[in-house]
């Protein structure tokens, strides 16, 4: 099996781990899938219990981070001269690319995963700090200003690549430019039905209740 394709493997398998699903079920006893907007990441998990709902941000997040990681660690490990570095980057950009595809279609839910924001937060944090940095100032303000976390999870993907190439935050390659445009677009795709309310005027604001675990 070649580099590439173990990497794009593995970063599904860890990313597809459903960590807002699980937590609610394990403390909760109730289907996270069945309340709310019927997503399993930490906007929707955090609705009926914020410690939770933290906790799915970290998790989910560092899902991301952790394949990028893993993935370049790997390949570092096995180079003995600088050609190795095109590999590191294409390496980091599969499994952040994949991560964030395994999040949004879990093979242990049937495909029906969540919107991918927090797992792409791991990936962006590895790949591109500084146009994270930027793109989280922007999603802060949006919400504050509006208390729509879906508009601001939506405005501040559109913006992440093109941040990074005006930063020039993205190490040279093409590869991993390319995977910021991806999962940028896929992040926008799987709120689709947000962008549908927002036209509308029906997407409910955010507020979190004040629950226990």
Not at 6 to 21: N, R
Not at 56 to 71: E, M
Not at 84 to 103: D, E, K, M, Q, T
């Amino acid at each position: 099996m070649s580099l590439y394709l173990a990497t794009a493997l593995i970063a599904y398998l860890l990313g597809s781990i459903p960590f807002g699903y699980i937590l609610v079920r394990v403390f909760r006893g109730q289907d996270v899938r069945e309340s709310g907007s019927g997503n399993i990441g930490a906007t929707n998990v955090a609705r009926s219990s914020p410690a939770l709902g933290a906790l799915t941000l970290f998790l989910d997040a560092s899902k991301g981070l952790l394949a990028i990681t893993a993935g370049s660690l790997v390949v570092a490990s096995a180079a003995r001269d600088s050609s190795a570095s095109p590999h590191i980057f294409r390496v980091a950009a599969i499994a952040g690319l994949f991560a964030v595809l395994g999040h949004m279609f879990p093979v242990w839910l049937k495909f029906r995963g969540g919107k991918g924001v927090a797992t792409s937060f791991g990936v962006f944090l590895a790949l591109a700090p500084k146009t994270l940095l930027l793109a989280m100032a922007l999603f802060v303000a949006l919400v504050a200003a509006f208390r729509y976390v879906s508009l601001g999870s939506i405005i501040a993907a559109a913006a992440l690549p093109l941040i990074a190439y005006a930063l020039r935050d993205y190490h040279s390659s093409l590869a991993i430019l390319a995977a910021m445009g991806i999962i940028s677009a896929l992040v926008i795709f799987k709120h689709r039905e947000n962008i549908g309310r927002l036209l509308a005027g029906t997407e409910p604001r955010f507020a979190i209740k004040r629950t226990r675990v």
